[in-house]
């Protein structure tokens, strides 16, 4: 695109958001004094955890109209579970609304108590079992009627200190045993795990010693550091409106996947992953119009694995859930260890699966959400992933951890910290 209508191109899109607000009547939400933004106030966080994910909502959707869809979204997200665990839907569901309410709690909770919040994690759906922690004394907690809550008071650390605990840990094993190390926390029983790319060297144990003193014992009271070596562990992507479809310009190949909406200062643009390649076109369905697309900025590190690119028209809040599947995003939630959320791809479209671990470093690639299975495939980077219409992150590929493929993705709240974007609601 020529520079000058490069300019014209952003103008109109910085008039047409501003247009429609106002509209609307719509005005920037308030943003809660536990966790100000660093924009004076535009955005408003929304999740689980100090590292909040911040939205900016058009406001063209009512409550009753939101309840609907989210009713519709949930029962198709329960039906893909239901096929691959061979429950009923109506179970499936009534397991997902159950999961909605445990989520708002877990907001109010990382809402009022950034510092201290340990983290939450479903148990099981089945017998409705949670635990929750905290780093200091544990306060009340509202959890819905018939649910089971093993409440910890005095953990170690939080959740954003775990998280960086699990880079650090991350750079200083790859150095010492000089292989690719993933790690992820347990947070229940306050172990670092460790997975190691590599057959075990003869002065492993030495080494380990020497890694868990020099990170996990200086740091984190407690926890415990556990270290495996496989030599396939080795982080591997998937390159091959949100959940459009990423090609080579004049090819049907697939390259990857969008996932979600952003604005910056009235500018709409779209997520995908960086590692797909810096040159495709957007084609919001398989055999529609292609849109060029033009990167604005990209991130792969500290933040996980983003790309925020443009298109020529204006980006809005929905994303695809499956190849016939459109979904308006409605919200952006924090991620819940042991929660159920789906993944779209045009590599094997939809799979639905359970969070095993947050706050992840893999391939040197930080602040990563690892899911139980590996049910994703080529071409699905760069994809939504979500339940319901709750939008929650960006897939990125995926990496053994203790002995099992998993898929990981990049969750919504590092879009923040890496561009100054908000995430675009309805």
């Known amino acids: 695109m020529p520079a000058n209508a490069t300019t014209m191109h952003h103008l109109r899109k910085l008039l047409v958001p501003i247009v429609a607000l106002a509209v609307v009547g719509a005005t920037a939400p308030a943003v809660s004094t536990a966790a100000p933004t660093e924009s004076g106030g535009a955005p408003q966080p929304s999740g689980s955890g100090t590292s909040m994910v911040h939205v900016h909502s058009l ?71 949670v635990w929750l922690g905290f780093t200091g004394v544990a306060p009340k907690v509202n959890l819905p009627s018939h649910t089971l809550a093993t ?14 605990l699990t880079a650090e840990v991350a750079r200083q094993a790859t150095d010492s045993f000089n292989a690719e190390s993933t790690v992820a926390a347990d947070i229940v029983n306050g172990s670092i795990e460790v997975t190691v790319a590599k057959p075990k060297p003869t002065q492993a144990d030495r080494v380990i010693r020497q890694l868990a003193a020099d990170t996990v014992g200086t740091k984190s009271g407690s926890a415990q550091l556990k270290v495996v070596f496989d030599p396939r562990a080795k982080t591997k992507t998937e390159a091959a409106s949100g959940g459009a479809k990423l090609e080579t310009p004049g ?29 495709f076109t957007h084609e919001n369905f398989d055999g529609d119009s292609e849109l060029s697309a033009m990167s604005i900025s990209s ?128």
């Not at 409440?151 to 960086?164: G, K, W």
């Not at 996947?257 to 643009?269: E, L």
């Not at 899911?371 to 897939?395: E, I, R």
Request: glycine residues 10%; hydrophobic residues 35%.
């Open 59 to 129: 406001g063209k959707a009512t409550a009753t109209e939101k309840a609907a869809q989210e009713r519709r979204s949930l029962r198709l997200d329960a039906s893909t579970i239901a096929r691959q665990t061979k429950r009923s839907t109506d179970q499936v569901y009534a397991d997902l609304v159950w999961q909605g309410v445990i989520g708002n709690e877990d907001q109010r909770l990382a809402t009022q108590y950034p510092k201290t919040y340990a983290g939450l994690r479903i148990l099981s759906h089945a017998k409705r079992t």
């Open 151 to 164: 409440v910890a008071s005095h953990q170690p650390l939080n959740e954003t200190e775990m998280s960086q």
């Open 251 to 279: 090819t049907e190949s697939l390259d990857c996947t969008s996932a979600f909406s952003v604005i910056k200062d009235g500018v709409t643009g779209m997520l995908t992953a960086q590692h797909c390649t810096s040159w």
């Open 299 to 426: 991130t792969i590190g500290v933040n996980g694995d983003l790309l925020w690119y443009d298109t020529p028209t204006n980006e809005m809040p929905q994303f695809r859930a499956d190849f016939r599947d459109l979904r308006k995003l409605n919200t952006a939630p924090g991620v819940i260890l042991g929660q159920w959320i789906c993944q779209f791809g045009y590599g094997n479209g939809k799979s639905c699966d359970t969070v095993y671990r947050i706050g992840v470093s893999a391939g040197g690639i930080n602040n990563l959400v690892a899911l139980t299975h590996h049910f994703t495939t080529g071409g699905n980077s760069g994809g939504p992933w979500f339940n319901g219409n709750a939008g929650y992150g960006v897939h990125r590929g995926f990496t053994p951890i203790q002995f099992q493929d998993r898929s990981l993705f990049t969750p919504l709240n590092q879009v923040w910290p890496a561009f100054g974007a908000s995430i675009l609601l309805n």
